[in-house]
C-alpha cells in the first residue's frame, strides 16, 4: 500500500467513524428501551427480559423526570378489517402495583401472538417508570405526584387541592402535583390520549380486587373474578378526566394484590371477559361526546 492509498484509507475509516457518530441518536433510542426492559426484567419476577424485548416496544420520545423513555406498542387496523374501535390499554400509573405491569406484559404476549385487528391497539405497559424503578418503588413519579390526580378536570386548583388537603390529610402518597399536567408522564398520557382518541382507555391497578368504570356504556357487571364496584370518582383522576369530562369510558381493572400475580388462568378470564365486553359494547360508529352534565359536584 502506497502512502497516498493509506492516506485514504484512514480518512475512509475517520468517514465512517463520523457516519457512525451521526446514526447514534437512532441507535440510542432502541438502546434506551433495551436498558429500560432489562431494569423492569430486574425488578419484576414475572416480566422475563425476553418478553420485554421481544415486544419491540416504542420509544415515543417523550421522558420521564428520571429520563426514563415513555414506551408503547402498537395493534394497528389489519388488512381488510374495519377495528371496532381504539383500544389505550395502561399499566403503572402508579409505580408500587407491580401486578399492574406484569399482567400488562402478560397481554402484550396474547396481542403479539393473536392481534386480529378486531381492535386497534395502543399500550403502554409502564406510565410510571420513574416510581417502579427505584430501589424502594412508589406510587408517585419522582417528584412525588399521584400521576392519577395531576390530570385537568374542572376547578383543579381548588378541587385537587382541597380534596388532598381535606379527604386525604396532605398524604404523600395522594399529592396532586402543583398543577394540572405538571408531570411529564400525565402530560405525556394527556398527548397520547388527544392523538389516539381512544374509544376505551382500560387502566391496570392494585389492590382494590373491583372492576371500576367511569363514563358513558354499561360497565361490565364482572371481569374474571373481579366484580363492578364503583370506588366514586376524584378530582385530577384520569376516569374523572376522560372518564366523565371527555366522554371516553374509562375501564379501571384494580386486581387483587400489588405484589402478586393473579393466576394464570384469572389473567387469561380478565382478559377474556375483557375483550367480550369491549366486543359488545364498542362499535365504529360510536360517537362520544363530553357530558358536562355528569361533572361531580364541586365539594
Ligand atoms: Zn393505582
Given at each position: 500500500?502506497?502512502?497516498?492509498?493509506?492516506?485514504?484509507?484512514v480518512?475512509?475509516?475517520?468517514?465512517?467513524?463520523?457516519m457512525?457518530?451521526?446514526?447514534?441518536?437512532?441507535?440510542?433510542?432502541?438502546?434506551?428501551?433495551?436498558?429500560?426492559?432489562?431494569?423492569?426484567?430486574?425488578?419484576?419476577?414475572?416480566?422475563?427480559?425476553?418478553?420485554?424485548?421481544?415486544?419491540?416496544?416504542?420509544?415515543?420520545?417523550?421522558?420521564?423526570v428520571?429520563?426514563k423513555?415513555?414506551?408503547?406498542k402498537?395493534?394497528p387496523?389489519l388488512?381488510?378489517?374495519t377495528?371496532?374501535?381504539?383500544?389505550?390499554?395502561?399499566?403503572?400509573i402508579?409505580?408500587?402495583?407491580?401486578?399492574?405491569?406484569?399482567v400488562?406484559f402478560?397481554?402484550?404476549?396474547?396481542?403479539?401472538?393473536h392481534?386480529?385487528?378486531?381492535f386497534?391497539w395502543?399500550?403502554?405497559p409502564?406510565?410510571?417508570?420513574d416510581?417502579?424503578l427505584?430501589?424502594?418503588?412508589?406510587?408517585m413519579?419522582?417528584?412525588?405526584v399521584d400521576?392519577?390526580?395531576?390530570?385537568?378536570t374542572?376547578n383543579?386548583?381548588?378541587?385537587?387541592?382541597?380534596?388532598?388537603?381535606?379527604?386525604?390529610?396532605?398524604?404523600?402518597r395522594?399529592?396532586?402535583?402543583?398543577?394540572?399536567?405538571?408531570?411529564?408522564?400525565s402530560?405525556?398520557?394527556?398527548?397520547?390520549i388527544?392523538?389516539?382518541?381512544?374509544d376505551?382507555?382500560v387502566?391496570?391497578?392494585?389492590?382494590?380486587?373491583v372492576?371500576?368504570f367511569?363514563?358513558?356504556?354499561e360497565?361490565?357487571?364482572?371481569?374474571g373474578?373481579?366484580?363492578?364496584?364503583?370506588?366514586?370518582t376524584?378530582?385530577?383522576?384520569?376516569?374523572?378526566?376522560?372518564?366523565?369530562?371527555?366522554?371516553?369510558?374509562?375501564?379501571?381493572?384494580?386486581?387483587d394484590?400489588?405484589?402478586?400475580?393473579?393466576?394464570?388462568?384469572?389473567?387469561?378470564?380478565?382478559?377474556?371477559?375483557?375483550?367480550?365486553?369491549?366486543?359488545?359494547?364498542?362499535?365504529?360508529?360510536?360517537?362520544?361526546?363530553?357530558?358536562?352534565?355528569q361533572?361531580?359536584e364541586?365539594?
Amino acid at each position: 500500500m502506497t502512502v497516498k492509498q493509506f492516506s485514504r484509507f484512514v480518512n475512509l475509516l475517520i468517514l465512517n467513524g463520523l457516519m457512525l457518530f451521526w446514526q447514534a441518536p437512532a441507535l440510542a433510542q432502541g438502546d434506551d428501551v433495551s436498558a429500560l426492559c432489562r431494569q423492569i426484567a430486574n425488578k419484576l419476577a414475572s416480566v422475563d427480559l425476553r418478553d420485554c424485548l421481544d415486544v419491540n416496544l416504542i420509544n415515543t420520545g417523550a421522558y420521564s423526570v428520571e429520563n426514563k423513555p415513555l414506551v408503547v406498542k402498537e395493534y394497528p387496523p389489519l388488512p381488510g378489517r374495519t377495528p371496532m374501535g381504539r383500544v389505550l390499554l395502561l399499566g403503572g400509573i402508579h409505580g408500587d402495583e407491580y401486578s399492574s405491569i406484569s399482567v400488562v406484559f402478560k397481554w402484550l404476549r396474547i396481542l403479539e401472538e393473536h392481534h386480529s385487528g378486531m381492535f386497534h391497539w395502543r399500550v403502554a405497559p409502564l406510565v410510571n417508570p420513574d416510581g417502579l424503578l427505584r430501589g424502594k418503588s412508589q406510587r408517585m413519579n419522582a417528584n412525588g405526584v399521584d400521576l392519577n390526580r395531576n390530570f385537568p378536570t374542572p376547578n383543579w386548583h381548588v378541587e385537587a387541592v382541597n380534596y388532598w388537603v381535606n379527604q386525604t390529610y396532605r398524604s404523600p402518597r395522594r399529592y396532586p402535583g402543583p398543577a394540572p399536567l405538571s408531570e411529564p408522564e400525565s402530560l405525556w398520557l394527556f398527548k397520547e390520549i388527544e392523538s389516539f382518541k381512544p374509544d376505551v382507555i382500560v387502566s391496570v391497578h392494585a389492590p382494590h380486587g373491583v372492576v371500576d368504570f367511569d363514563g358513558p356504556h354499561e360497565a361490565p357487571k364482572r371481569l374474571g373474578q373481579l366484580h363492578l364496584k364503583l370506588l366514586g370518582t376524584y378530582p385530577g383522576s384520569l376516569g374523572n378526566y376522560a372518564g366523565l369530562l371527555k366522554g371516553m369510558p374509562v375501564l379501571t381493572i384494580e386486581l387483587d394484590r400489588a405484589g402478586i400475580m393473579p393466576t394464570r388462568y384469572e389473567i387469561r378470564d380478565i382478559w377474556g371477559d375483557m375483550i367480550r365486553w369491549l366486543r359488545k359494547n364498542l362499535n365504529k360508529n360510536t360517537v362520544y361526546s363530553p357530558q358536562a352534565d355528569q361533572l361531580p359536584e364541586a365539594s
